[in-house]
Nanobody, 125 residues
Framework: RVQLVESGGGSVQPGGSLTLSCVASGYTTDTNAMAWFRQAPGKEREAVASIYTGTGNANYADSVKGRFTITLANAQNTLYLQMNTLLPEDTAMYYC??????????????????WGQGTQVTVSS
């Protein structure tokens, strides 16, 4: 079973950039999709972006389109989230997730069955 560990979170000013990483270890061959979700204090978890491991096709939440880019590298064992033009509304704990079955709804949390511990992103002046 795959294990996920996020890193790269931190504090940044509005308009700044940050890149998150998620390292997958263990058995990763059967991972069909990976994604980033985020959750602010007192808020529901929401999708940020996802990517199909086989095709590289990506999906983004409307709130981050044009600003964030999800990529898969290092023999598909490392997931990245490049975040540009960050807004205070982007402040949240960001979680990496993986799915073993085929994902029909790439921005739906129940599709994913393995989760990382999260990395905090804070955007403020």
């Amino acid at each position: 079973r795959v294990q996920l560990v996020e890193s790269g979170g931190g504090s940044v000013q509005p308009g700044g950039s940050l890149t998150l990483s998620c390292v997958a270890s263990g058995y990763t061959t059967d991972t069909n999709a990976m994604a980033w979700f985020r959750q602010a204090p007192g808020k529901e978890r929401e999708a940020v972006a996802s990517i199909y491991t086989g095709t590289g096709n990506a999906n983004y939440a409307d709130s981050v389109k044009g600003r964030f880019t999800i990529t898969l590298a290092n023999a598909q064992n490392t997931l990245y989230l490049q975040m540009n033009t960050l807004l205070p509304e982007d402040t949240a704990m960001y979680y990496c997730a993986a799915a073993h079955g085929f994902v029909f709804r790439p921005l739906s949390a129940p599709e994913f069955d393995v989760w990382g511990q999260g990395t905090q992103v804070t955007v403020s002046s």
